[in-house]
């Protein structure tokens, strides 16, 4: 821990950042408001394997920065009220919060195509409501109700949307899922390809190597995303892995390692990896970011870690906080706008809370409802004493 508190603690401050972003700054302006503007990414990438890594100067518009503007702070309240209805015990089971890795996902979704799909592991909800899933559709999910994006049979760890694998439980499962996804991309030669997103604690598993083996043999379009928060559940990653270089870990496949407050870092990366991926085949991306939180909702998340550190990390690398600060000093965003977002995405999150715990519950038929996408079989199989049509309905994921 001592390492990981030094590593964070050398980082340069927020306002220093903003400085050097505001000097290299293009910006483009109409009305004294820009409305683009291109500036450096604030930390540079690190390359495996790679001579020529991701833009280090990115442009952003105006319209893109009230976007992600708006993602990332709609996924923090949709955390912040899973958390509450958690501690109401409205929400049940397992409940693990993105809170603090925003920027990860806006930033990869920023640069994927249509074509593109993307698994993760449990820390879904954001990811969910960025694949197309309303805040209702995931607050209801996570109540266990129909207006739920699985109709409220999966809950927080099982949410899923066109294009979006899911939620996976079991650390480190999705990885070779997702190489099967991508294999699926290859075959149909759509040009699309497949985020597979892990952990830094699941990035010890097997079947991580083992899916990397096939994916480079076979040039699948991979890319294996480490989301290293530093620790996995309470261990950090220095006391779990041999090397938490997690971007070199592939071994011949090439790497880059991204911060991961910095969503227009993560864009670019993306963009570079998504560009690589097509003409070469996998590649290993490493989000260096961090959890506030604790692992799940039974985890206080203080016991291997100190409050100060988590202190520090939201003063000096908070992904809304340092990005609304950037684009009011760029003049892409003013303080009005700000507020607006706050406000609307606060109504949004409220109303769909309120919602969410006043709805109803699936009736039992719905445990027998849509168990295969198509049913080839009138009855359920492997339910042998009982004598269960399988109704198909085909219903769910499109809140
Ligand atoms: C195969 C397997 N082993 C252990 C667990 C228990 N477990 C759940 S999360 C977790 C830690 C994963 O940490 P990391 O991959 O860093 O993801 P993070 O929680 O930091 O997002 C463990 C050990 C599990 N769910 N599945
Ligand atoms: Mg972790």
């Known amino acids: 821990m001592l390492r990981t508190l030094a590593r964070i603690s050398e980082l340069p401050v927020l306002s220093r950042q903003l400085q050097r972003n505001a000097a290299q700054a293009g910006v483009q302006k109409t009305n004294n408001y820009a409305t683009e503007a291109t500036v ?40 912040t009220a899973a958390g509450n209805l958690y501690k109401e015990k409205i929400i049940r089971g397992f409940c693990h919060l993105y809170s603090g890795q925003e920027a990860c996902a806006v930033g990869m979704k920023a640069a994927m195509r249509d074509v593109d799909n993307i698994i993760s592991a449990y820390r879904v909800h954001g990811w969910t409501y960025l694949m197309g899933i309303s805040p209702l559709g995931v607050l209801a999910e996570l109540t266990g109700r129909v207006n739920g994006c699985s109709l409220g049979k999966g809950g927080s760890m099982h949410m899923y949307a066109p294009n979006f694998y899911g939620g996976n ?50 040039k699948l379009p991979c890319i294996f995303v480490c989301e290293n928060n530093n620790y996995g559940m309470g261990t950090s990653s220095e006391r779990a892995s041999m090397n938490t270089d997690y971007y070199t870990r592939g071994d011949v496949i090439p790497g880059i390692w991204v911060d991961g407050m910095d969503v227009l870092a993560v864009r670019s990366a993306t ?28 985890d206080p998340g203080t016991s291997y870690r100190t409050r100060e550190e988590i ?42 809370n309120s919602i969410a715990r006043g709805d109803k519950e699936l009736p039992v038929s719905g445990l027998w409802t849509d168990v295969y996408s198509q049913n080839l ?23």
Not at 44 to 62: A, M, N, W
Not at 331 to 346: P, Q, S
């Open 169 to 218: 439980g079991i650390v480190g499962a999705q990885v070779p899922l997702g190489t099967g996804v991508a294999l699926a991309c290859q075959y149909k030669g759509n040009g699309g390809m497949c985020l597979s997103l892990y952990g830094d604690g699941a990035a010890n598993q097997g079947q991580v190597f083992e899916a990397y083996n096939m994916a480079s043999l076979w």
């Open 377 to 399: 079989e009138p009855k359920i199989r492997g339910t042998t004493s009982y004598n269960i049509d399988h109704i198909h309905q085909n219903k769910g994921i499109n809140n």
């Open 271 to 298: 963009e570079f990896a998504i560009d690589y991926v097509n003409k070469h085949g996998p590649l290993v991306m490493e989000t260096n970011t961090y959890r506030y939180s604790g692992h799940s909702m039974s």
């Open 311 to 352: 202190q520090e990390v939201r003063q000096k690398r908070d992904p809304i906080t340092s990005f609304k600060e950037l684009c009011i000093e760029l003049g892409l965003l003013n303080t009005d706008e700000i507020k607006a977002i706050d406000t609307k995405v606060r109504q949004e999150v409220e109303e769909a």
């Open 40 to 79: 450096q990414v604030n930390r540079p990438f690190k390359l495996h394997r790679l001579d020529q890594g991701p833009e280090t100067s990115v442009t952003i518009t105006k319209d893109e920065a009230l976007k992600y503007y708006e993602q990332m702070v709609m996924i923090r309240r949709i955390e």
